[in-house]
Nanobody, 114 residues
């Protein structure tokens, strides 16, 4: 059974930083590409970052490019999202997702506000 647990969200001022974590179990983490998605109130869920199974290739949405960094630790079955220079428009619930599997975690709330 796939289990994804996101953590690390919170309230931060504009310009601040947060590091999100996603702990995975129930599947072979190191064999799967992974993504971070987010969903803001009243908006559709959108993919913000993608990483291949080895971590060799990453991709980002234009809205976060240069500010967010996705990474992974396959030995720890953990996915990360380092978010710097946060903006109010980054406010959303953030989710991790396994490429090719339908399961979602519960998400972690990120609120950027002064």
């Amino acid at each position: 059974q796939v289990h994804l647990v996101e953590s690390g969200g919170g309230l931060v001022q504009p310009g601040g930083s947060l590091r999100l974590s996603c702990t995975a179990s129930g599947f072979t983490f190191s064999s799967h590409p992974m993504s971070w998605y987010r969903q803001a109130p009243g908006k559709e869920r959108e993919q913000v970052a993608f990483i291949t199974s080895t971590g060799a290739i990453t991709n980002y949405a234009d809205s976060v490019k240069g500010r967010f960094t996705i990474s992974r630790d396959n030995a720890q079955n953990t996915l990360y999202l380092q978010m710097n220079n946060l903006k109010p428009e980054d406010t959303a619930v953030y989710y991790c997702k396994t490429f090719g599997l339908p399961d979602w975690g519960q998400g972690t709330q990120v609120t950027v506000s002064s």
